[in-house]
Structure formats: structure tokens, C-alpha cells
């Protein structure tokens, strides 16, 4: 989280453009910077926050998946992917937020599948969307 924050941090002000637009991405780094931060101190005992945190991470992650579904459904254009993506970020948070400590190594092991689809699917060029647009 601290690692990410401060790739956030890095990237709004190497723009050189400081724009409106881009002061969400600013703070959703500082606050990942800082918490990072403070579970790194805390250690071992920071699993239980952590996981909630990342679970209301892929909370929000999931209604932006819903809204692409709701969007698709106004425009009638597919959105099974989309709505899969939906159930599957969401059904993993809501366990990850009821049972943050129990769940924590399996949302790892899920978190590096994760990595590992974007990575390969970056190099294939194919649609960001799955990335929740961050």
C-alpha cells in the first residue's frame, strides 16, 4: 500500500500538470501511503485493518464494475464481463471485510493471480477496464 501510494504521488506530480482532474488519484495515494505506513509499524497485528481496508478497496472497486453494467444495460451492449467482474470483486470483499484475518492469504494468493492477468493482458493490449480505471 505504501509502495503504491507513493507510485500515485510520483505520477500526479511528474505530470507537471496539476490538474483538477487528477487531485482523486493524489489522494487515494496519500491516504494508501499513510496506511501503509502505519501497518508496517504495527506489524503482524495490522492483518485484521489491513484486509478491511482492502476490502472497502474492492467494495469500491465493485461498484465501479456495477456501474459499467448499469451503463451497459442503458446503452444495451454486452455486459456479462462486466457483471462477473462485479460478482467476483464483490463477493470476495464482503468475505475479506466479514473475516479480514481469516481470509487475509488467500486474498494474497488472489491479489498475485490478479497481477499476473493484468500483466499479461497489458502485454496483449487488451481493454484496462478490468483495473477498475485507478
Known sequence: MAAAGILYGVSYFRNRQLSV???AELANGLVLLVVGVVCMIHGAESIGPLGTAWAMIGIRKASKSLSRVIQAT??????????????IRFIFSV???LYPAEK???HIILLGLEL?????????????ALDGEE
Open 21 to 23: 482532474d487528477r487531485s
Open 74 to 87: 442503458q446503452t444495451r451492449t454486452p455486459f456479462a464481463a462486466s457483471f462477473v467482474e462485479f460478482l
Open 95 to 97: 468475505m475479506l471485510l
Open 104 to 106: 487475509f492469504e488467500g
Open 116 to 128: 499476473i492477468a493484468v500483466s499479461i493482458r497489458l502485454t496483449k493490449q487488451l481493454s484496462p
